[in-house]
T-cell receptor, first 112, second 120 residues
């Protein structure tokens, strides 16, 4: 079975600073990895996905993530944080069609 | 991209009543939909997998008689919380898997906007 670990339940950055949200997974087979964002009282919105093509994946809103097999990581980054990036972010790994595993989430706070 | 519509977004009901939540895939057929529950400040907990034309598959610990799921068509799944109690108050989110109008094995989940249920 897959598992997903997000280090840091809360991350705080200043506006304009680098955003780095960490995600590590366990998998015995090549995984399919996703990052989602959730704003208060809303569902989850897909930011980006890795499906064994390029290891550096670009998503919406300026976010990107790099798949590193040797580190079993899929960290999410954004060069310059914006106030509107404040939200909760979930890393997820897929195992087959009907199994989707979510990390515990990281709440991003952006300070002015 | 694929869109999932969930309704209602908020509902307040009295203890003992039943509440139905609808989840629709708007631009693709979803033979499988998923129902999640999210507690405050926590991640999503998969409750059940809804299969079109057959019985839902419930996760361990989820009462199938309390959380009735019906997936009568390729675009609609419903979750009915029966005899609701205050402890059922939560944020319920549905999702379906699909990409560009067709379900792919490794396509992302698309989520509805969730339903905030408050049982008084």
């Amino acid at each position: 079975a897959q598992s997903v670990t997000q280090l840091g339940s809360h991350v705080s950055v200043s506006e304009g600073a680098l955003v780095l949200l960490r995600c590590n997974y366990s998998s015995s087979v090549p995984p399919y990895l996703f990052w989602y964002v959730q704003y208060p009282n809303q569902g989850l919105q897909l930011l980006l996905k890795y499906t064994s093509a390029a290891t550096l994946v670009k998503g919406i809103n300026g976010f990107e993530a790099e798949f590193k097999k040797s580190e079993t990581s899929f960290h999410l980054t954004k060069p310059s944080a914006h106030m509107s990036d404040a939200a909760e972010y979930f890393c997820a790994v897929s195992e087959g069609f009907n199994k989707f595993y979510f990390g515990s989430g990281t709440k991003l706070n952006v300070k002015p | 991209g694929a869109v999932v519509s969930q309704h209602p977004s908020r509902v307040i009901c009295k203890s003992g009543t039943s509440v139905k939540i609808e989840c629709r895939s708007l631009d693709f057929q979803a033979t499988t939909m998923f129902w999640y529950r999210q507690f405050p400040k926590q991640s999503l907990m998969l409750m059940a997998t809804s299969n079109e034309g057959s019985k839902a598959t419930y996760e361990q610990g989820v009462e199938k008689d309390k959380f009735l799921i019906n997936h009568a068509s390729l675009t609609l799944s419903t979750l009915t919380v029966t005899s609701a109690h205050p402890e059922d108050s939560s944020f319920y989110i549905c999702s379906a898997r699909g990409d560009r109008g067709r379900p792919y094995g490794n396509s992302p989940l698309h989520f509805g906007n969730g339903t905030r249920l408050t049982v008084t």
